[in-house]
Nanobody, 125 residues
């Protein structure tokens, strides 16, 4: 059973917006880090955005700063990635992840242990 389930992917034109959602699949994932990662064909997976859920500290990759926003709704056990001003280079398979860190505010990729199956985002020029 996949711990996390993503939704909201699709196809948009350059400049458009999408919002990805990530929910725990039927059980609580012990975590204080939530994150979104992506992988484009022929490229390595990269971190897009993370949030330390205790205090809301966020991290964004330089390529998405000012365009993407990560957020969480603890009551719904859901994380979101709002993606605005999308560009063709944002085309990738997007994964959400959850994990736990002992370092306040620092959600390194190694902290993420629960993953979703991903959702495809296509941005056309």
């Amino acid at each position: 059973q996949v711990p996390l389930v993503e939704s909201g992917g699709g196809s948009v034109q350059s400049g458009g917006s999408l919002r990805l959602s990530c929910t725990a699949n039927g059980y609580t994932v012990l975590s204080n880090c939530l994150g979104w990662f992506r992988q484009a064909p022929g490229k390595e997976r990269e971190g897009v955005a993370t949030i330390f859920t205790v205090n809301g500290d966020t991290y964004y990759a330089d390529s998405v700063k000012g365009r993407f926003t990560i957020s969480q709704d603890s009551a719904k056990n859901t994380a979101y990635l709002q993606m605005d001003d999308l560009k063709p280079e944002d085309t990738a398979f997007y994964y959400c992840a959850a994990g736990f860190t002992s370092k306040t505010g620092v959600c390194l990729p190694s902290a993420f242990t629960s993953w979703g199956q991903g959702t495809q985002v296509n941005v056309s020029s």
